[in-house]
């Protein structure tokens, strides 16, 4: 079985500010990992993964996210946050086989604060 | 374009009524899927498609019934026997092969009046 934990429901940052969404995970198996975003009434849209090769990840809208297996982390991460960052971000964690299915983490809420 | 749609974006239902959502998506994915979110709890899966007429149950399937007779189609049936159906359900395709993302259409808020 795998799981998803997101540190934290709810964080704000200043503009400017560094961001970090916290993400670890639990799979028996080497993980397939990915965050998304949602904005208001609107579906997930993807902002990067992971799967195999290289650990630091660079996605859109400037985020980037590093495995570590070690410590079973995908945080992600924006060095200079800006008001249109503000929205919920969501891990998700998938192995092979089993249909790609995709377990997600209960989600962060980022406010950006003037 | 390709993509995928939900129709319709909002829907009420009267308690006791099966409502059917639609989801419908031209990139030729093999696999589809349907989500419900709540507040606070993240999505969750209640079925998914991985080939045309298959499909098997997600983790919240009880109260919900879904169909794939065709690969761009996937509707999503909320019956009277699902006791709290109001939520937020978006339905999401891919490839099918591990490690693809899943692309997700925009959403349906269905609200039990």
């Known amino acids: 079985a795998q799981s998803v934990t997101q540190l934290g429901s709810h964080v704000s940052v200043s503009e400017g500010a560094l961001v970090l969404l916290r993400c670890n995970y639990s799979?028996?198996?080497?993980?397939?990992l990915f965050w998304y975003v949602q904005y208001p009434n609107q579906g997930l849209q993807l902002l990067l993964k992971y799967t195999t090769g290289a650990t630091l990840v660079k996605g859109i809208n400037g985020f980037e996210a590093e495995f570590k297996k070690s410590e079973t982390s995908f945080h992600l991460t924006k060095p200079s946050a800006h008001m249109s960052d503000a929205a919920e971000y969501f891990c998700a964690v998938t192995t092979t086989g089993g249909g790609n299915k995709l377990t997600f983490g209960t989600g962060t809420q980022l406010k950006v604060e003037l | 374009d390709g993509g995928i749609t939900q129709s319709p974006k909002y829907l009420f239902r009267k308690e006791g009524q099966n409502v059917t959502l639609s989801c419908e998506q031209n990139l030729n994915h093999d696999a589809m899927y349907w989500y419900r979110q709540d507040p606070g709890q993240g999505l969750r899966l209640i079925y998914y498609?991985?080939?045309?007429?298959?499909?098997q149950k997600g983790d919240i399937a009880e109260g919900y019934s879904v169909s794939r007779e065709k690969k761009e189609s996937f509707p999503l049936t909320v019956t009277s026997a699902q006791k709290n159906p109001t939520a937020f359900y978006l339905c999401a395709s891919s490839p099918g092969t591990s490690g693809n993302e899943q692309f997700f259409g925009p959403g349906t808020r269905l609200t039990v009046l």
């Open positions: 498609s991985q080939i045309v007429n298959d499909f």
């Open positions: 799979s028996s198996v080497p993980p397939y």
